[in-house]
């Protein structure tokens, strides 16, 4: 729980932050412009990015074991017709025993393959941001590195509707 807090109360400060800066609230720190590759502002959007995307990777990459073990599981279930893996995923005393109440098994899918999904997506974030600079990245690759991350993770969320613990 004390973990889960402080990581929480650093995904709300530092997006707090990012915010503030990309809407100007601190126009002190625009010189000589806002725009200016080298003013204050500039800088600490660029910092505060990268404290973010090291947030996320947190989960994105942590939980790689338990989403690469459902996808296993899926495509044995999928591809080979191996029942047993359907049954270790969301049978009774499965990995997640919850998702075999579900009724639709596409919802299974698409939770499964919207997990990994968001892993690969992190992953292109991630070699984005650490792989270049902040003067040779193209914005329009970062913004929808983040977005489609951001969306794959969502739209696991809603699907899942809470009862997934990972």
């Given at each position: 729980g004390f973990l889960i807090t402080v990581y929480a109360l650093n995904v709300v400060a530092w997006g707090g932050m990012l915010f503030l800066l990309l809407v100007n609230a601190a126009p002190a720190m625009c010189h000589p412009s806002c725009n200016d590759l080298y003013s204050a502002r500039r800088i600490w959007i660029e910092i505060t990015s990268q404290i973010l995307n090291a947030l996320f990777c947190v989960p994105g990459f942590g939980l790689i074991p338990w989403r690469f073990?459902?996808?296993?599981?899926?495509?044995?279930?999928?591809?080979?017709?191996?029942?047993?893996?359907?049954?270790?995923?969301?049978?009774?005393?499965?990995?997640?025993?919850?998702?075999?109440?579900?009724?639709?098994?596409?919802?299974?899918?698409l939770v499964v393959h919207a997990s990994c999904g968001n892993t690969y997506l992190q992953a292109v974030l991630a070699g984005l941001m650490w792989g270049m600079n902040r003067y040779t990245r193209p914005p329009w690759a970062t913004g929808l590195a983040v977005v489609a991350a951001c969306g794959a993770g969502s739209w696991r969320g809603l699907w899942s509707g809470g009862r997934i613990g990972r």
């Open positions: 073990r459902d996808l296993y599981y899926l495509l044995r279930y999928r591809v080979g017709g191996d029942a047993g893996s359907w049954r270790a995923l969301t049978g009774v005393g499965g990995v997640h025993e919850s998702w075999g109440r579900w009724g639709a098994r596409w919802k299974v899918d």
